[in-house]
């Protein structure tokens, strides 16, 4: 079944520490590639999204996440992160031409002051 | 502009009565969304509905029906709710095309006891 794997489920950091979280598709074809965070107690929002070009692409608060074909993999990472990040973030994927799009099962990330 | 909204924010039922969640977005998208968020299991698609007057299954749309009742509004319904269906809902929009991210609602968090 085609599905979204995120490998740590959590992850506890010191602020300054560099972050990179896993995320594994197994759709074949074209793919549209997002990862989403959520703050406590807030609803979803974007970091950043990869479509076509360039598979290095960057998001908003210092975030970056690499697209690697052969891996099938769009892993999420921050060089420094600060305690602000603690959140939960959340790869999804959607085929090419398709609308259903689906989310792995989250990373939880606390960020220690 | 507010975005994606839910009704109610909250809800207790117990088992085997029946309800509606409300979802409206004001964006003028075409694609709206159902999902549930379990602990450990991250975003499940319920039902999704490409556009008004088409509505497709996801990965777990047992128990739930759907009504896609103009453009703007998406509504989620359980007909006899059970303990299982304990969860936080989120509707999400957005617009046709996939490389376009979602916009989320605030969630509506329902116990079913």
């Known amino acids: 079944a085609q599905s979204v794997s995120q490998h740590n489920h959590h992850v506890i950091l010191s602020e300054a520490a560099s972050l990179e979280l896993g995320c594994n598709y197994s759709?074949?074809?074209?793919?549209?590639l997002f990862w989403y965070v959520q703050y406590p107690g807030q609803h979803l929002q974007l970091l950043l999204k990869?479509?076509?070009?360039?598979?290095l692409v960057k998001g908003i608060k210092g975030f970056e996440a690499e697209f690697i074909k052969s891996k099938f993999s769009f892993n999420l990472r921050k060089p420094s992160v600060q305690w602000s990040d603690t959140a939960e973030y959340f790869c999804?994927?959607?085929?090419?031409?398709?609308?259903?799009?689906?989310f792995g099962a989250g990373t939880r990330l606390t960020v220690k002051p | 502009n507010a975005g994606v909204t839910q009704t109610p924010k909250f809800q207790v039922l117990k088992t085997g009565q029946s309800m509606t969640l409300q979802c409206a977005q004001d964006?003028?998208?075409?694609?709206m969304y159902w999902y549930r968020q379990d602990p450990g299991m991250g975003l499940r698609l319920i039902y999704y509905?490409?556009?008004?007057?088409?509505?497709d299954k996801g990965e777990v749309p047992n128990g739930y029906n759907v009504s896609r009742l103009n453009k703007r509004e998406f509504s989620l319904r359980l007909e006899s709710a059970a303990p299982s269906q304990t969860s936080v809902y989120f509707c999400?929009?957005?617009?046709?095309?996939?490389?376009?991210?979602?916009?989320f609602g605030p969630g509506t968090r329902l116990t079913v006891t």
């Open positions: 999804a994927v959607n085929q090419y031409n398709n609308n259903d799009m689906r």
């Open positions: 999400a929009s957005k617009e046709t095309g996939t490389t376009y991210e979602q916009y």
């Open positions: 759709y074949g074809g074209t793919v549209n």
């Open positions: 964006m003028n998208h075409n694609s």
């Open positions: 990869y479509f076509s070009g360039d598979p």
């Open positions: 509905s490409a556009s008004e007057g088409t509505t």
